[in-house]
């Protein structure tokens, strides 16, 4: 859990950051690239760390969901990326030739 904890501190330092102070802020890649170290280990490491019995079980699905969204958030952004293009592209094709002039 403490590997969960690094990955997706580093994710929501970058988020401030980024909102912040946009020119100084590191590339997103670099950012997914890093968390997704911290949150494959982590991984491994609550795989690995599964018992037989229902309390381990229990135990170990709060890391196993912290560094599996960890590993799946790049593909969340890019999603939500892309559909917020494409409502953009939508709400400017939707308007008037007046309203484009208008800003």
């Known amino acids: 859990m403490c590997l969960a904890s690094v990955g997706w501190g580093s994710f929501w330092v970058f988020a401030f950051w980024t909102r912040?102070?946009?020119d100084s802020a590191p590339a997103l890649e670099s950012v997914c690239t890093f968390s997704a170290v911290f949150a494959a280990v982590g991984?491994?490491?609550?795989?690995?760390?599964?018992?037989?019995r229902?309390?381990?079980l229990l135990f170990t699905l709060i890391p196993l969901f912290a560094?599996?969204?960890?590993?799946?958030?790049?593909?969340?952004i890019k999603t939500l990326r892309v559909i917020r293009t494409e409502q953009t592209r939508s709400l400017e094709s939707a308007m008037t030739p007046r309203q484009q002039r208008l800003g």
């Open 20 to 22: 912040l102070a946009p």
């Open 43 to 52: 991984l491994a490491a609550a795989i690995f760390s599964m018992r037989a």
């Open 54 to 56: 229902l309390a381990w």
């Open 67 to 76: 560094n599996g969204s960890l590993l799946l958030l790049p593909s969340v």
